[in-house]
């Protein structure tokens, strides 16, 4: 440095900084000596605060705009620099300018499995990852907390800490969320809000705020997640068409077998069979033959037929789904299959109404326990 250049920075009159990266959170302003010029221009930009800092200790902290630095608007590093009647010479502190920008796509992920007790499936293990989104909310506490006296802070430097911080909260708000394993691809948006709203607190004590975290996904071993389409299915299809697919899928088979005639016949009369078995199975059993005559008849007239049970159908992912009898919706709204709010129809009714405007269903969603207090 030359001599001109030297006594050009011994006494700075602009402060500024003007950030082209994308994850700096922290710069300090550097000049020789740390000499401020009275009446130095300072700007702060949007996305920015200032922070001066005088002897270790934490003075003053500007929003954005343009100031003309003076005792009236540094009043706390008056007060630590002892001007009682204002200052006329060149004064040092630090100066470190805080990004508040939101600092975007950071990543987080579970490196080992996390283990779950689920009701129906016992102990599974899960792995989750997604992104989030932060940014410096409290300057002066990011600078005491976490940035110490480093002079060009990055995200990367903090990035291993916050990962940790959400894997362990995520851990402890997925016990704590109680939702059903199947219900995690579901209720993603959900999951995040929860988990946002419990690590949420945890950032701030570093002087960040978290300003969206997601949940993108959530695996788990493959047999549960067999388990769980095979659950579904059954909820959803319509066993009688299924078995008349099957035997059609079967008679097609057997009639495409490489023997030939003789393959076509076995293949239509094992079809007339499966057929035969689904007739008598969907037709009333008849008791069998008795020695003894039938009773006399009487006059009294024969009471009248039991009338059939109560099917609804229920709107499931935007597709209509059964029917399904009151026995089996209590068992789907404990399984939280359906609610209150889910669409449901049944013969005679004009249009697709929520469960809880239909009187016939009171009873599936009264069985259905209340949410854990605190949950």
């Known amino acids: 440095m030359g001599m001109f250049d ?53 003075a003053d902290v500007f929003a954005p705009g343009m100031y003309t630095l ?14 009682a009647h204002g200052f006329n010479s060149p004064f040092k502190a630090e ?18 499995p996390i283990t779950l007790s689920d009701p129906r499936f016992g102990m599974l293990e899960i792995r989750a990852f ?9 300057p002066a506490v990011f600078i005491r907390e976490i940035v110490g006296t480093d002079g060009h802070f990055t995200t990367e430097e903090i990035a291993d800490q916050l990962r940790s911080l959400i894997v362990t909260r995520f851990t402890d708000a997925v016990g704590e969320a109680g939702f059903p394993v199947e219900a995690f691809a579901a209720k993603s948006n959900e999951l995040s809000e929860f988990v946002h709203g419990v690590i949420a607190p945890e950032f701030e004590q570093y002087g960040v705020e978290v ?10 071993p493959d047999e549960i997640k067999k388990e769980i389409f095979e659950l579904s299915r059954l909820h959803a299809v319509d ?4 078995t008349q697919m099957k035997a059609a899928k079967a008679m097609e088979a057997a009639a495409n077998n490489p023997s ?15 057929a035969n078995q689904m007739g008598q199975a969907m037709m009333p059993q008849q008791q069998p033959a008795s020695a003894t005559p039938p009773p006399v008849q009487s006059a009294t007239p024969p009471p009248p037929p039991i009338p059939p049970a109560l099917t609804f159908f229920v709107v499931q992912n935007g597709q209509q789904a059964g ?5 089996t919706l209590k068992q789907m709204a404990m399984q939280q299959q359906v609610n209150a709010e889910s669409l449901f129809w049944r013969e005679g009714m004009a249009s697709w109404t929520a469960g809880a405007q239909i009187q016939e269903l009171a009873s599936v969603f009264s069985s259905v326990p209340p949410s854990i207090p605190g949950a």
Request: no cysteine.
């Open 6 to 58: 030297k006594l050009r920075g011994e006494f700075v009159d602009i402060i500024e900084w003007t950030d082209d990266s994308n994850n700096t959170m922290v710069y300090r302003f550097e000049r020789y000596q740390n000499e401020i010029k009275t009446g130095a221009k300072l700007t702060v930009r949007e996305g920015q605060m200032a922070v001066f800092i005088n002897e270790g200790k934490i």
């Open 70 to 83: 003076s005792t009236e608007n540094l009043p706390i590093l008056s007060t630590l620099k002892g001007w």
């Open 95 to 112: 100066v470190y300018f805080i990004s508040t920008r939101n600092i975007t796509d950071q990543k987080w992920g579970t490196k080992n």
């Open 130 to 138: 997604g992104t989030y989104v932060i940014r410096v909310k409290d």
């Open 211 to 220: 300003t969206k975290f997601l949940v993108e996904n959530v695996s788990m």
């Open 239 to 242: 066993l009688n068409k299924l």
């Open 260 to 274: 030939g005639t003789a393959g076509a016949g076995m293949g239509m009369g094992m079809g007339f069979a499966m």
């Open 323 to 327: 029917p399904f009898d009151l026995n």
